[in-house]
Each structure stands twice: as C-alpha cells, then as structure tokens.
C-alpha cells in the first residue's frame, strides 16, 4: 500500500510563535521552512508514501517544496489547520478516492523514512487511525484508510479529540523522529538529539541552544 501525505504548512510570517525564547522574529521564518523541507524530504523518501501534498498559501514554501517534489494545494478555505486538511484531503479523493491518506506534521525535521514507514504499515488495517506527539497531548499522524474521512482535529490536546472521535491510537515504541514535532526549544534540542535533517541542521547551527 502506498498512501498519499497532506502536510499543512501555515504562512512562514506566522509559523512557530512558541519559538520565540530560542529564535528571533528573523530566524524563525527560516527555521520553519527548514523543519517542512527536512519533513518533505524524508516523507517523499518513505517507500510506503506515493506523494506528498503540502497545503499551504506561502509563496516561498510552495516553491521550495515543489522544487523537492511535493504537490502544492493552496489553503483556499484559509480558516486554520482543520479545514486545510480537510480541503486538501477532498482534492486528492476527487482525483483518487481510494487512495489511503495521511495527514503529517509539517515540524518534524528528524523524521527517519524507514520509522515512517512502520508507522504507516500499522496504520493500514484500521479505518483511522493517529500517532501521538512526544508529549502524548498532541497527534502527529492521522491517517484515514481508501474511502474513509479524514476528520481531522489537530489543535491542543488532539490525542484526545482523536481518540474520542474513533481514530485507533497506534501504541507503537522505536519511532520516535515520526512523533518529535517542534514548538518549544526543548522540543528542537530534543529533535536535535535525535538528528535533524540537514537545512534544519543548518539552520540551527546559527542559533545559541544551551545543552545542543
């Protein structure tokens, strides 16, 4: 089975606020486009990924993702994550609608392809199902089998949301870099002990992080 991955991307201006300790208004727009090109990459890299769909209205992402071979879908309904995943999700069933999807984190830049595809291989037989996030609140996966919705509710404490909602939460150890997400700078050192890829590496490397 090959799935499709829709990765949601919010304008670089505005991305990663929760960064702010660790990296100025000036870096973070960069360290966000790296996190999404090191998540593309190592997602296109991924044997069980046919394609990865980037949703996003930021000029500059869209094209430096192209450029590594992502689909760019613009955020047309442009009403938050939920609703991005959700149109995105609706353009790739209107092309494929048995097509298995996932929705990915577009901040995982220490994502390891073959982790990925474990992920993705247990996924497979549940209707919907999600992978929690490092800090077991959030959700960084959440996957939906040929001609099942989606419905996503990523936002604080997803874990939960998804759960309620029927998604089967997958109790899986050893795939760390699928559920290291960045938002704090505890979560960047952490993702940096794993190993980043290298534009996050680069781009980290201009930062002052205490224990790095």
Do not use: Y
Not at 4 to 22: C, F, G, Q, Y
Not at 40 to 46: E, F, K, T
Not at 162 to 184: M, Y
Request: aromatic share 2%; net charge neutral; glycine share 8%.
């Amino acid at each position: 089975m090959q799935w499709t991955l829709v990765i949601p991307l919010k304008p670089l201006a505005r991305a990663k606020s929760r960064l702010a300790d660790t990296a100025g208004d000036g870096v973070r727009p960069g360290l966000a486009l790296a996190f999404a090109q090191d998540t593309v990459a190592a997602a296109l890299a991924c044997d069980a990924v046919g394609d990865v769909v980037v949703v996003t209205n930021d000029a500059l992402a869209g094209r430096e993702l192209a450029a590594l071979g992502a689909r760019i879908v613009p955020d047309t309904p442009s009403a938050g994550l939920n609703a991005a995943l959700a149109h995105a999700t609706a353009v790739v069933r209107a092309e494929r609608p048995r097509t298995p999807v996932a929705a990915l984190n577009a901040d995982l830049p220490a994502l390891r392809p073959l982790e990925l595809a474990r992920v993705l291989d247990t996924a497979a037989p549940f209707p919907r199902a999600f992978l929690p996030d490092a800090a077991e609140i959030g959700t960084t996966l959440l996957s939906a089998g040929a001609g099942q919705e989606l419905q996503p509710a990523f936002g604080a404490r997803s874990r939960a949301r998804h759960r309620a909602s029927g998604a089967v939460e997958l109790p899986l150890d050893r795939v760390d870099s699928v559920r290291q997400d960045v938002d704090t700078g505890d979560d960047l050192r952490a993702a940096l002990s794993l190993g980043v890829g290298p534009r996050t590496a680069a781009a980290a490397a201009r930062l002052l992080i205490p224990g790095q």
